[in-house]
């Protein structure tokens, strides 16, 4: 890092490709999805590398970067908590990938019979709230005044619709 | 995009150049609030009675310990700006024992003026004398250096920032005190306790809480 501060970019390309096993450790003891660890890895490495001006050089690397990870960690954490104890079964980012996980699905077939098809399985309401958000353009907002529900529970209902149509698609494959 | 381009493009960047020590941004912040406190000490104008004070030899080490206790609490914002505190944990807690210290001599020093039993009682009474003036004197004192630590603060990468909020505000308002304790010619303890300790306390929460906001590394 010294080096590195000094503006040697080979030497902090290098304590990079030696600290990214380690995080990836650290990490992994508390978090088991593979794509989560991974995010979690990046912000960390993001923060280590923005706060590359607080390390002095006479205090050892590995407990101030292990300061940061462990901040980012529990960062990462305490959203993660805070969202289900808000009662939010799911995370934006998770109904994000699922949505482009069927997106992909719908991209690859392209083909409306089959997205009727698939739509088939969900139950009436979401349907109708896949319909209108996916298909019509509808905001989450509107939908929940139209369908006299609340805005999470659209948003709630639609995670689960993705789910289903997630797994109907990959069987159907 | 995957870690390997992200390390590629972190690495292009480069690292930033290494901020001052905290010994350094200390005696710089020091440095700057002494010139303004000494201007504020001269607009307003010392006690009439200092050359007796400073003779007092409680007087003297009550003054002193403040001194500790304020350039204590900057040492520690600063160590407090770093995400591992300059790996200096006791460093927070340095300025507690300095307040220990203060608050031991400045009992011992006022016990003459008002027994123990009492204080209380005297408590309640300077309460309702209602001076405003002192904690508003307080805050004058306090804002200009306090804005100084936080933006200096804010540079570095605070993981601890309700600490780094309360100990930031802790110093600069005990500067605050300190001056207020040059200038105002008032040695009642009961007046010193609500009016001027206990503003500071609450100025601290407030700090915590500012810290929160304005210090939190994202």
């Not at chain 2, 480069?14 to 303004?36: D, E």
């Not at chain 2, 300077?126 to 250096?145: N, Q, V, Y």
Request: proline share 4%; aromatic share 12%.
């Amino acid at each position: 890092m010294r080096l590195a501060q000094q503006g040697d970019k080979k030497a902090y390309a290098q304590l990079f490709q030696e600290i990214t096993p380690l995080l990836r450790a650290f990490v992994r003891k508390k978090i088991s999805r593979a794509e989560d660890m991974e995010d979690i890895v990046q912000e960390i490495l993001i923060s280590i590398h923005r706060a590359s001006k607080t390390y002095d050089t006479a205090r050892p690397f590995k407990a101030w970067m292990f300061t940061i990870a462990r901040f980012r960690l529990n960062d990462h954490l305490r959203g993660l908590y805070k969202n289900r104890a808000q009662g939010a079964e799911i995370s934006y980012e998770d109904a994000d990938h699922n949505l482009l996980e069927a997106a992909h699905v719908t991209e690859s077939y392209e083909s409306r019979e089959y997205i009727n098809k698939l739509l088939a399985h969900l139950p009436k309401k979401q349907k109708k709230i896949i319909t209108m958000m996916k298909i019509e353009g509808y905001t989450a907002k509107e939908i929940a005044t139209a369908l006299k529900m609340t805005e999470s529970a659209v948003k709630v209902s639609a995670h689960r619709a993705y789910k289903v149509l997630a797994t109907r698609a990959k069987e159907e494959k | 995009m995957d870690t390997d381009s992200l390390i590629q493009t972190m690495v292009e960047e480069g690292a930033s150049r290494p901020l001052p020590h905290p010994v350094k941004q200390t005696i710089l912040w020091l440095a700057g609030t002494g010139f303004y406190l000494g201007f504020m000490g001269g607009y307003f104008g010392l006690r009439p009675d200092i050359v007796l004070k400073i003779d007092n030899f409680l007087y003297g080490l009550e003054i002193f310990f403040l001194c500790c206790m304020s350039v204590s609490t900057a040492m520690a914002a600063f160590c407090l700006s770093r995400p591992d505190g300059h790996q200096k944990p006791w460093m927070k807690y340095l300025p507690f024992g300095f307040a220990a210290l203060w608050t031991v001599t400045a009992f011992t020093g006022a016990m003459d003026q008002i027994p123990i039993a009492e204080i209380f009682s005297a408590m309640s009474i300077a309460m309702s004398r209602g001076a405003f003036d002192c904690p508003k004197h307080i805050a004058l004192f306090s804002i200009p250096p306090g804005l100084a630590i936080f933006l200096i603060v804010r540079l570095g990468a605070p993981t601890q920032y309700l600490w780094a909020g309360s100990i930031a505000t802790w110093s600069a308002t005990s500067f605050g005190y300190l001056l207020l304790r040059l200038i105002e010619q008032n040695d009642n303890p009961a007046h010193l306790i609500v009016w001027h300790a206990l503003p500071i306390v609450f100025m601290c929460a407030l700090g915590m809480i500012i810290g929160k906001y304005a210090l939190r590394w994202r």
